[in-house]
């Protein structure tokens, strides 16, 4: 019979994931101690080790990909307004 999913805290998983990057013990170790599957304990490792470098950022400073994203999505707006406006003098001309 297999287990039920059980869902884990933020720092539950915080806890599991910074033991696993510390090195002292291997994943099975952990899985058993904290009673987690080694596999979920490698995905909080590498999110963890992925994001991190988002916690020092400055509040008010955005990732280039994000600036970039947003960017993208205000220019695409521009652009539907300006049709918006042109669209009844285009209707007519004709």
Not at 29 to 38: A, R, W
Not at 49 to 58: D, P, Q, R, T, V
Request: some cysteine; overall charge positive; aromatic content about 8%.
């Amino acid at each position: 019979m297999s287990k039920k999913r059980r869902p884990h805290s933020a720092a539950f998983k915080a806890k599991v994931a910074l033991a696993a990057v510390r090195g002292l013990k291997t994943m099975s170790e952990l899985g058993s101690d904290f009673d987690v599957h080694p596999q979920m304990i490698a995905q909080w490792k590498k999110r963890l080790l992925s994001e991190a470098e988002e916690i020092f950022e400055c509040p008010g400073s955005k990732s280039k990909q994000k600036q970039e994203s947003n960017e993208a999505e205000l220019f695409q707006q521009i652009g539907k307004l300006q049709m918006e406006l042109e669209w009844p003098a285009f209707i007519k001309i004709k």
